[in-house]
């Protein structure tokens, strides 16, 4: 069964641009959830899917926004990039929403000038 | 802001030796699951525990799990160069704001040394 699938994998802005980030579940798997790698904060939880619906969202601003299709696919958008943008953007699949192991795809490494 | 810590921040071994890695977390939780990651690549999911269990085995790897502590270590036997990452613990909380969401420690680095 294939992994979880990010694309692009990496990517170059500059301040004020806006970006859309594509992840694609492991197959059969309906939440799909987002999060943010730095050296300063951490790994920090986005937002949760599932079933198209956004089941939870953590502590970022508005900028920061997401969808999920009907296939489960997902995409996130940030817009008016800033320099602190500049993160690993991990996506993560599971079986379903809240509970149960969490596979990680390899992530989209943002640069933002 | 991370849920816990881990500790410690940094541990340099030989191959062949254990390495053992702490966790502690300060809210309720339905399971704990451990990651590995190479230099900034994707997190490898290793293992899960639910709350309602002490201790589980996966090949080398042993976790045991303490909610009255809210603490979780792993161990990792008979290490090997390939082990070389940086590994975090992750918790999965009850409900409301924690709901589907994995709150991270900070990581511990491990090097294993050939």
């Known amino acids: 069964k294939a992994g979880v699938t990010q694309t692009p994998r990496y990517l170059i802005k500059t301040r004020g641009q806006q970006v859309t980030l594509s992840c694609s579940p492991i197959?059969?798997?309906?939440?799909v959830s987002w999060y943010q790698q730095t050296p300063g904060q951490g790994l920090q939880f986005l937002f949760e899917?599932?079933?198209?619906?956004?089941?939870n969202k953590g502590n970022f601003p508005g900028r920061f926004s997401g969808r999920q299709f009907s296939n489960s696919r997902s995409e996130m958008n940030v817009s008016t990039l800033e320099l602190g943008d500049s993160a690993l953007y991990l996506c993560?699949?599971?079986?379903?929403?809240?509970?149960?192991?969490?596979?990680f795809g390899p992530g989209t490494r943002l640069t933002v000038l | 802001s991370q849920q816990g810590e881990e500790d410690p921040q940094a541990l340099s071994i030989q191959e062949g030796e254990n390495a053992t890695m702490n966790c502690s977390y300060k809210t309720s939780i339905n399971n704990l699951q451990w990651y590995r990651q190479n230099s900034g690549r994707g997190l490898v999911h290793l293992i899960l525990i639910r709350s309602n269990e002490r201790e589980k085995h996966s090949g080398r790897l042993r976790v045991t799990l303490d909610t009255s502590k809210k603490s979780s270590s792993l161990l990792i036997t008979a290490s090997r160069a390939a082990d070389t990452a940086s590994y975090f613990c992750?918790?999965?909380?009850?409900?409301?704001?924690?709901?589907?969401?994995?709150?991270f420690g900070q990581g511990t680095i491990l090097t294993v040394h050939p």
């Open positions: 899917y599932f079933s198209e619906t956004q089941r």
């Open positions: 993560a699949s599971r079986l379903l929403a809240g509970a149960g192991e969490q596979f």
């Open positions: 992750a918790t999965d909380g009850v409900g409301g704001t924690s709901y589907g969401k994995l709150t």
């Open positions: 197959s059969g798997h309906r939440s």
